[in-house]
């Protein structure tokens, strides 16, 4: 879908317009195998032990595989960023998810932690990375304009439901896990890289807070402006 709208807009997008749409549809890509692979993994650890999942696993070899191709991905974009629109909230996101997956990678341990996170940061990514695509288009494109104030508000609500009412309950489970092999002694991270795994899983989350309160406002201020518009 990304891609087609990429060629709905045309050669008549500004250089840097069309920059922000690949580097969408990379995102679309990368968000779609993420969900894909985090689902196949833990969807095998929930048949195996129930719903309480252990986030301080032996590393798989399909979970691995995933942790660097994310990271790749994640370095690549950052690149991309520097370069060309750099975004100090995106910049140290990107520092924090590449900061867990290499730590997992290294100590071989606890791939399930960074495995949930993607799964639920990335599971609207390709809704998330086509509403930028509609939004950075609506200028050029009739039927960008048209599509992108239809399809706003089931973006919005579906983006501030898994942000918001289901990440939480995540958040607090991945927190108190860790949190409870801390007070142990028996996380395999260490105190202070467990303290920081911790640390980055909330920080995340009030980062995404913030990003789903600016974009519920700003459908609520385009609704009234919508609706006080003379006929």
């Not at 032990?49 to 995933?66: K, P, Q």
């Not at 918001?164 to 395999?188: E, N």
Request: with cysteine; glycine share 8%; hydrophobic share 55%.
């Amino acid at each position: 879908v990304a891609l087609g709208v990429f060629v709905a807009m045309g050669w008549r997008s500004r250089r840097g317009n069309r920059m922000e749409v690949a580097s969408c549809v990379a995102s679309v890509v990368h968000g779609s195998a993420a969900v894909l692979v985090s689902f196949k993994v833990l969807a095998a650890e929930v048949l195996l032990s129930g719903w309480a999942i252990d986030l301080a696993n032996s590393n798989s070899t399909l979970g691995d595989f995933f942790l660097r191709f994310s990271t790749g991905y994640f370095l690549f974009d950052s690149v991309q960023l520097l370069f060309h629109d750099p975004n100090a909230l995106f910049l140290l996101h990107h520092f924090a998810v590449c900061s867990m997956m290499y730590s997992s990678l290294v100590l071989g341990v606890g791939n399930h932690t960074p495995l949930v996170l993607a799964f639920f940061g990335e599971v609207t990514s390709p809704c998330l990375n086509l509403w930028l695509i509609m939004r950075d288009g609506q200028d050029q494109s009739r039927l960008l304009k048209q599509s992108f104030l239809f399809y706003s508000p089931f973006f919005t609500v579906f983006y501030a439901v898994v942000r918001m009412m289901l990440a939480p309950f995540v958040i607090f489970y991945i927190t108190v896990f860790w949190a409870r092999l801390l007070v142990d002694g028996a996380s395999p991270l260490g105190p202070w890289l467990t303290l920081f795994w911790i640390a980055l899983a909330n920080g995340g989350l009030i980062g995404s807070y913030f990003w789903t309160k600016a974009l519920v406002k700003g459908l609520l201020r385009k609704m009234m402006q919508h609706k006080n518009k003379p006929e």
